[in-house]
């Protein structure tokens, strides 16, 4: 990339310089104080509205509060993988060099959150309908969205050359998001024949103003931290990118 | 306190649960802050050991270098 | 358009030539099916109740299979590179590697498929509608499967990262193709389930020869 040299690129804009490693840095050192705070306050918050100052369900007593921590890891589960997507797209279309370092760091965020939105999931559905697994539309989407994850960290870790590993893995996000809206309808339908008509969709509570408030605070302290972790590990990744140039360097140095 | 902490009889899986978000969430924040003062670190001790020829060649690398 | 023909015909012609080993998938297809009762047992009911799935999941696994043949063997002596720098559309010439990898292994499963739903006593009233399905399911599998093995050639240890990609991608054929079957067997109508899979095929045929030759591209490079 000898466009993306230390003089800033008036043409390309923002993004473009952007892509300067020590750009990148900088702005990402003044973002994270604030995304830090702000992510501890909306988790402090969410959780005494969601522990302390909420209402418990009429059927579900108190598990529905399990409820502000499950729905919100589903929720971001799905930024995670629009997050790979979008990533994807800017690695084909516009070769944008960072696109490529926030797929690999966004990749094990959403494969966290998943795993949370799942096992919350199952903890949530023992005491609601008695059994540690429920083939539950919604959980069942998620069950898959994780292998989608699993697909797209294997894809990147199956080659050792990083234009390939990058472009492979971009394709494929775009290729699972493509699918996905129809993963998820087709596993609504399978639901809907399968369903036996007395059991209604877990955790769907009558969404009281009360019950929405420590779902978005939650939701909001969840976004924080993906966005947190995502700068902290494109930091990494861009560090490991650096050691492993460096490192190559030496060693033909070394030769020299 | 104690009826906070008792969940109406289901303490066991919403407390369960938010330790699950918390060990989690907790834990890929420290695994991740860790990795990367060890690589700053590790980064650190390499440029300590030849910095004034890195700097000099990276603005001026050719095309068919970074190619 | 000849770009289409020709590479149709030469990937029939390789496979005729290999014989057996093209068959391999189809008889995996029914060795794999036959396991079934003698893991759960013969009782006539339990097969007929799962029949429908395990055939279809049957047939999910020997295509993944068999997608290994599908550009492996043209990207080792090189001939993936020379179709790729033809003046010919890499789309067209994927999407008759497809069409010729459905024909050798997608078919003869439409054809076993009968044996299938007797072995398992899959109800008569289910028959036509499992040839129905498959064969307008079959082809959305080689070509989903395709864009897999694309992304992955070259790769080692690529066939089980392919299974990995392919089968969450799958997901919604095996759902159209199983509900399709059900409906009919419990004396539904089963033409919802059926447009719907011909539908996944449609789009499919559109999309994943183009998203094949892309990956294709890029692994070249």
Redesign the interface.
């Known amino acids: 990339m000898a466009d993306a040299s230390l003089a800033p690129n008036p043409s390309g804009g923002f993004w473009h310089g952007l892509a300067n490693p020590a750009r990148f840095q900088r702005l990402s050192s003044r973002l994270l104080p604030f995304l830090v705070i702000a992510t501890i306050g909306f988790f402090l918050s969410g959780l005494y509205f969601g522990l302390i100052a909420s209402p418990i369900d009429y059927q579900q007593k108190d598990t529905v509060r399990i409820m502000y921590v499950h729905v919100p890891a589903a929720w971001l589960a799905m930024a995670s993988y629009s997050t790979l997507a979008v990533a994807g797209f800017v690695v084909l279309v516009w070769r944008h060099p960072l696109a490529d370092v926030a797929g690999a760091a966004a990749a094990p965020i959403g494969a966290a959150f998943t795993f949370l939105a799942l096992a919350t999931g199952a903890i949530w559905g023992q005491p609601t309908w008695g059994t540690w697994w429920v083939w539950d539309a919604r959980l069942t989407s998620v069950l898959i969205l994780f292998f989608l994850f699993l697909g797209y960290i294997a894809i990147r870790n199956a080659f050792d050359e990083r234009e390939r590993a990058a472009k492979a893995a971009a394709i494929l996000a775009l290729v699972g998001a493509v699918n996905l809206p129809i993963i998820k309808f087709s596993v609504e339908w399978w639901n809907t024949l399968h369903q036996p008509a007395s059991v209604t969709r877990l955790g769907a509570p009558a969404m009281h103003p009360d019950m929405l408030r420590p779902l978005l605070l939650m939701a909001a302290a969840y976004l924080c931290l993906f966005a947190v972790l995502l700068l902290l590990r494109m930091r990494l990744e861009l560090a490991r990118r650096r050691i492993e140039a460096m490192q190559i360097a030496r060693a033909g140095a070394a030769e020299a | 306190m104690s009826a906070?902490l008792h969940?109406?009889?289901?303490a066991v899986?919403?407390w369960?649960?938010?330790g699950?978000?918390a060990l989690?969430?907790i834990g890929?924040?420290v695994a991740?802050?860790v990795?990367?003062k060890r690589?700053?670190a590790?980064?650190a001790d390499?440029?300590a050991?030849?910095p004034a020829r890195?700097r000099r060649r990276?603005?001026a690398?050719?095309?068919a270098e970074?190619e | 358009m000849a770009g289409f023909g020709a590479t149709l015909a030469r990937d029939l012609l390789i496979a005729r030539r290999e014989g057996g080993e093209a068959l391999l998938a189809v008889i995996f297809f029914v060795i794999g099916t036959v396991l079934f009762p003698l893991g759960v047992g013969p009782e006539a009911n339990l097969l007929a109740a799962v029949a429908a799935g395990l055939i279809w999941v049957m047939a999910l696994l020997a295509t993944l299979l068999a997608l290994d043949r599908l550009f492996q063997a043209d990207w080792r002596d090189g001939a993936l590179e020379l179709m790729a720098l033809s003046p010919e559309s890499l789309t067209l010439i994927v999407a008759a590697k497809c069409l010729a990898h459905w024909l050798v292994t997608g078919l003869p499963m439409v054809v076993a498929a009968p044996l299938m739903a007797l072995l398992l006593n899959l109800p008569p009233s289910g028959w036509l509608t499992l040839i129905a399905a498959l064969l307008l399911g079959g082809p959305a599998l080689s070509l989903i499967g395709a864009v897999c093995a694309a992304l992955i050639v070259g790769a080692r240890r690529g066939g089980v990262l392919m299974t990995l990609l392919a089968l969450p991608l799958y997901i919604p054929t095996l759902i159209f193709g199983a509900g399709a079957v059900q409906a009919a067997i419990g004396g539904f109508d089963a033409s919802g389930h059926l447009a719907l899979m011909a539908a996944t095929t449609l789009a499919s045929a559109a999309l994943c020869p183009w998203a094949a030759a892309a990956a294709l591209r890029q692994a070249m490079e």
């Open positions: 906070f969940m109406g009889g289901y899986f919403v369960s649960a938010y699950l978000a989690t969430l890929l924040t991740t802050v990795s990367l690589a700053s590790e980064l390499l440029e050991l030849a890195r990276r603005p690398a050719p095309a970074e």
